[in-house]
């Protein structure tokens, strides 16, 4: 039986990558985001592997309803992978906008914690995989990057997490990018890193023997 993986930010860039990649290497995924008409769209493309599902990441009833639809729909959930993410128009942090940081807090702290309090009893019964997006903002500093701070709370996150799930046979993988080219930035990167290669790493990590643990994986352009 084909094994799931249920991804947030599945609407575009490396959550929309992942999905047909981990699609390609025969698991069902459930596609989470808020955009509906884009994450119906992927899923038709995708085929009757693929379940679209509505979903605020920073809703705890929207959480466990997506999780709840994906194992009836599924028969269980093997994977989950926290990839919603967001940054700031305003840099710094004297000249920072706090209700920016607020949002930002909420979607890049916040619901990785919430996903991972919500998937774990469906993880359990799996010995599942829990992985979640960091970046190179998670293990350099930048100058007054609250950005950077939120994914330097993901980087000791997912460890802890990792030595947690652990005791039951479960893992967890950071995957770490430097500047990816997703709408995530205003202007095309081509010569930077491709949604394509984050999307392999996810599928490396997810189809390691139970003998190993892929705690991190850090990418960055060759350019």
């Known amino acids: 039986m084909a094994k799931t993986l249920l991804?947030?930010?599945?609407?575009?860039?490396?959550?929309a990558a992942s999905a047909k990649a981990a699609a390609n290497a025969g698991w069902n995924v459930a596609l989470c985001a808020r955009?509906?008409?884009?994450?119906e769209k992927l899923a038709s493309e995708i085929g009757h592997?693929?379940?679209?599902?509505?979903?605020?990441?920073?809703?705890?009833?929207?959480?466990r309803s997506a999780l709840e639809k994906t194992a009836e729909h599924?028969?269980?959930?093997?994977?989950?992978?926290?990839?919603?993410?967001?940054?700031?128009?305003?840099?710094?942090i004297e000249n920072g906008?706090?209700?920016?940081?607020?949002?930002?807090i909420h979607v890049n702290v916040l619901a990785p914690l919430l996903l991972a309090h919500e998937a774990i009893p469906f993880l359990k019964k799996t010995k599942g995989h829990y992985i979640v997006t960091g970046s190179k903002a998670g293990r350099d500093?930048?100058?007054?990057s609250v950005y950077s701070a939120t994914k330097h709370f993901i980087h000791g996150?997912?460890?802890?997490?990792?030595?947690?799930m652990r005791e039951w046979g479960g893992r967890a993988t950071i995957i770490a990018p430097g500047m990816v080219n997703t709408p995530f930035f205003d202007e095309p990167k081509p010569d930077k890193i491709q949604p394509e290669d984050v999307a392999n790493a996810v599928v490396y990590a997810l189809s390691q023997p139970k003998t190993a643990a892929v705690r991190e994986i850090y990418i960055m352009p060759n350019d």
């Open 7 to 15: 991804i947030t930010g599945a609407s575009s860039g490396i959550g």
């Open 35 to 39: 955009s509906t008409d884009k994450i």
């Open 49 to 63: 592997h693929a379940l679209a599902i509505t979903c605020d990441v920073t809703n705890r009833d929207e959480i």
């Open 74 to 92: 599924f028969g269980g959930i093997d994977a989950v992978y926290a990839n919603a993410g967001t940054g700031v128009e305003q840099a710094g």
């Open 97 to 104: 906008d706090p209700d920016e940081w607020h949002t930002m």
């Open 141 to 144: 500093s930048f100058k007054g």
């Open 157 to 164: 996150f997912g460890e802890n997490l990792a030595e947690e």
